[in-house]
């Protein structure tokens, strides 16, 4: 092989090269949205202004073994006086941050987080609303858990009544942590 | 009465000679805060100084303070109005029209009239007396304005059914905020000073808490303070008509926000941010996905966008989706149709190949959108967050 073959070989390896880092994304790697999907779906639901740091643990923890994703979901109650697909401001102004506070944590642990935002008649109405359109594998509440704003009932009707695996925290008196819209970082 | 009063926009009394009829309303956050009692104090003042004032309908609710301040102006009778098997009471617009006061004291502007009478609603009527050159003072609570309702509704989860266009308000000469603590709306409701003792119980219970009165307040102040921004710049534009001083009001103290938004998870985010800002400026909030003719949305895409749509609804915002090659081009003019002031966008996607050498969609957007501001928020912080409690 004469040397300008082997410069050619060189040159067009170099050009090779050059294109395929002028085609593919930086750092030599897919963007993070078409890597692989988790496939599993674990749903966190809240109403109130805080959920529980054990409930967002359980599903931290059970997302990073399961390569799933942390769906939390504002459940919004409509008056009966408002049409269902009222616009809810003021119940946003707890729901938002705390969704925002809940994806920043999921974030930080590197955990993909996709949220959800449901209304209904009740809380349990909101929760079936969002069941009908999409499926879980997991739901993931602590009892008594007044950040739900599902009852007893509502519970038990969850199990009877969805087809996923309902993970029910029992009360603990150290459960007293909590993530709420106050634990947002930097601006929103 | 301890409340204590804004007199947001004052031009000196001109009284209804000739023109029409000077217009003052007392609004306040809810029943009880002093309004009627203002408007009747504000009658006994312009008694004093010789005017004519009469008091067109005034409802005491059995308020004896209110019924007591009364005293000493002309009161006009009611007229009676027999409605199926009824007889009810309305305030008598002929009569005022003939008695023709300078000044008239008009209580609860958003009452609804029996069937019968000359309009349906009061502020109809007020429209008459005016227009007859009769100054008319009037009373107003925050949560019967139209625009407001829903809001107000979500807030306390009492539904108002009589309402007033918020053009009423507008057009309003004067008005005068009657403002009180919501610990001494409370206090003088305790004391059997708004309702009789057999209702204090059951409204403490209900419309009347310590949240449900301070947002009331806060709607009734961000209010006032928005009809004195309309105002003032009326009132500095000068030589063009009245109404295109006010369309250029509008235009001049409304933001509108465009959010560009793809479905995906990452953009409920910047939705979020969107409708903060929107919150803050009072402005309504459009989002918008320019979608490739002819594009299929995989599953997640197709999940992802019916959550940006509930998303969207339940924040109030309006959601739009077009499809069109020239990305920029179509965004430019959805914004220029929505009269948009203020564009918010994320960092968007790492361009590959002949993408790279584009420039990038937010300097694209600059150059055809002069006067636009455009903001691109930046990705999740992926600091831990702080809090535990």
């Known amino acids: 092989m004469s040397v300008w073959n082997v410069v050619a070989i060189a040159l067009a390896a170099a050009l090779v090269g050059v294109a395929l880092g002028f085609w593919l994304p930086p750092h030599g790697r897919l963007p993070a949205r078409n890597r692989g999907r988790p496939v599993r779906r674990i749903l966190l639901p809240f109403s109130g202004e805080a959920i529980s740091r054990r409930a967002f643990e359980a599903a931290s923890r059970l997302a990073r073994a399961e390569n799933a994703v942390i769906m939390p979901a504002f459940l919004a109650r409509v008056p009966m006086s408002l049409p269902l697909d ?3 401001p003021v119940q946003c102004e707890n729901g938002m941050p705390l969704l925002e506070a809940i994806e920043q944590r999921a974030t930080s642990l590197g ?14 109405d909101a929760l079936r609303r969002l069941l009908e359109q999409e499926d879980f594998d997991r739901i993931i509440v602590s009892v008594p858990e007044a950040s739900t704003g599902l009852r007893d009932d509502d519970l038990l009707w969850l199990i009877d009544r969805v087809p996923a695996e309902i993970m029910l925290l029992r009360p603990a008196r150290s459960d007293t942590r909590r993530i709420s819209a106050a634990g947002v970082s930097g601006h929103f | 009465m301890s409340g204590g009063q804004i007199e947001l926009v004052g ?10 009829g000077q217009f003052r309303i007392f609004l306040g956050m809810a029943a009880g805060v002093g309004k009627t009692f203002q408007m009747l104090r504000e009658g006994h003042a312009q008694l004093e100084h010789g005017r004519d004032v009469v008091i067109g309908l005034l409802e005491t609710h059995g308020r004896a303070e209110t019924l007591q301040l009364a005293e000493g102006l002309p009161t006009l009778a009611r007229r009676r109005v027999r409605y199926r098997d009824a007889v009810l009471e309305e305030m008598d617009l002929p009569a005022i029209l003939t008695r023709a006061p300078e000044i008239c004291l008009i209580d609860e502007l958003a009452h609804t009239n029996a069937p019968g009478v000359e309009h349906t609603k009061r502020y109809e009527d007020v429209e008459d007396v005016l227009a007859a050159g009769i100054d008319v003072l009037s009373t107003l609570n925050v949560q019967h304005l139209e625009s407001l309702n829903d809001r107000i509704t979500e807030l306390s989860g009492v539904r108002v059914r009589e309402t007033v266009p918020d053009a009423v308000l507008g057009r309003a000469d004067e008005v005068v905020l009657i403002d009180v603590t919501p610990t001494a709306l409370i206090e003088r409701l305790q004391a059997g000073k708004v309702y009789p003792a057999e209702r204090v119980e059951s409204a403490l219970n209900n419309f009347f808490k310590i949240e449900n009165l301070s947002a009331l307040r806060e709607v ?24 295109s001083i006010a369309a250029d009001a509008a235009r001049a103290v409304g933001e509108r926000l465009l959010a560009l938004v793809e479905p995906y ?42 959550a940006l749509r509930e998303l969207a609804s339940v924040l109030g915002a309006t959601i739009l989706v077009e499809e069109a090659d020239d990305v920029p081009a179509k965004i430019a003019e959805v914004a220029a149709q929505r009269g948009t002031t203020y564009i918010l966008m994320g960092r968007g996607r790492t361009q590959r190949g002949l993408g790279r050498l584009r420039r990038p969609l937010h300097e694209r957007l600059i150059d055809r959108l002069p006067g636009v501001d455009v903001r691109i928020v930046a990705d999740r912080a992926s600091r831990p967050a702080e809090d535990e409690r």
Do not use: C, F, I, M
């Open chain 1, 86 to 88: 009222a616009p809810l």
């Open chain 2, 11 to 20: 031009p000196p009394d001109a009284g209804g000679a000739g023109g029409r």
């Open chain 2, 220 to 243: 009734a102040l961000r209010q006032v303070a928005e009809e004195v921004g309309a105002k003032r710049l009326v009132t500095e534009a000068n030589g063009a008509s009245e109404e």
């Open chain 2, 265 to 306: 998870p990452g953009n409920q985010r910047l939705v979020r941010r969107a409708w903060r800002s929107a919150n803050r400026l009072g402005a309504p909030l459009d989002l918008l996905w320019v979608r490739h003719p002819g594009r299929t949305l995989t599953g997640e895409e197709e999940r992802s966008l019916r």
């Open chain 1, 111 to 124: 955990l993909p987080v996709d949220s959800r935002v449901s209304r209904g008649r009740s809380y349990r």
